[in-house]
């Protein structure tokens, strides 16, 4: 049954990363890609750690996994809002004279 | 678990073959650190976490964020920035006493291999005198540990180098034009948490996957990331215990193992009974060390002529 349940999300979490892949490859400038890819990232992951957390031995092992998840959703939002903004100045410097 | 092997083993191949044939900069370094990944992924499925962990934070972080840093360098100056620095007597002076300290570290070891005819085998190193649990520690520090102090001696030549080069106040090469309130937010949050990390890293070398060059390099890390955002403020130190911070580790490292032979007649054949704490004495040291030194490799953090990089301009 844990079993069934664990595969279903780690299913449902590959697929957001198989989506966010997509996008990533398929989506015309950096805003778009980086919409596509922050949504599997955070989604996609989100399901697999806690498919983990179902399948995990031990408190310190599900602890750890929900640690490494807030640490990853920290940088990739921090890390999203700096290639965004870095976008943003570059569009902002080039279209105005 | 095969299928997976194999799609690995297949997409590390497509990597590899990818990387060279393509003649973009920008996308053979993208390449080089996906392949260090996948690298990385490799050695986890064959058992080996501390490579792992080793190929990771040095082979693909550090090294792509130095590869990232040289293509900028060298797509916006021209290439006179290569041109070597006028060395001045008193910046000579470390260089050269390192340098013949190294060059004693290596006849020494030279000799110990010489005199004792062949390197005993692993098979002769018996568990029971191990003087930490973690068999890869053990190795690194104990077993082959002329190998890592002339791999510390190396490191260490390498930024001397780099100085040499580029001059060493002309650091801060890795610097984020504005830093914005999100990421010094985030900076101000991780770098008491890396520098934990640093630490469990650190003390969890000795019985299990970690140590020395794992924590520093998140030492260095943690540097280099609070250094570029000008989030934090390091107070400055003077020029001579900034070197002597970076010489430290090699430095204690070589004078454990000198102080060992002139108890027992072999370098770095440590004592039996202090071997634990000596281990972690040495690890302790070159963690310091090697942080710094992969930090001023990384964008110049340690000031070394009196002066600091200034701090990044404000956001505009």
Known sequence: MIDLIAGALIACGAFFFFA????????PDALTRLHALTKA???GLGLIVIALIVRADSWAVRIKLLVIWLLVLGATATTCHMIARSQLDRD???GQP | MAAFDVLLACLLFGLAARLLVTTDLFETITLFVSFGLGLALVWVRIGAIDVA????????GVTGALLINTRRRL???APEWLEVAALRPAASLLPALVGLAAGGAALAALAFRLRAGAAPGFADYRPAELPVQNPVTAVLLDFR????????????????????ARGAEAGGTLRAASPGPLLSAAVRLLVPLMVVVSGVLLWLGAVAPGGAFQAGTVLGATLVLASITGALRVP???AWAARGALALGFAVFLGVGAGAMAIDGEILDYPQEYAGALVLAIEATLTVSIGLILAALAGGVVPSGGTRPAPPEEAR
Do not use: C, H, Q, S
């Open chain 1, 92 to 94: 902002t410097a080039g």
């Open chain 2, 145 to 164: 540990a002329y190998d890592t102090l002339l791999e510390i001696g190396v490191l260490l030549l390498a930024v001397l180098g780099a100085w040499a």
């Open chain 1, 20 to 27: 966010g892949t997509v996008g990533l490859l398929r989506f």
């Open chain 2, 75 to 77: 797509e916006t100056k």
């Open chain 2, 53 to 60: 962990l080793a190929e990771v934070a040095l082979g693909t």
């Open chain 1, 41 to 43: 990232d955070t989604l």
């Open chain 2, 236 to 238: 400055p130190l003077p």
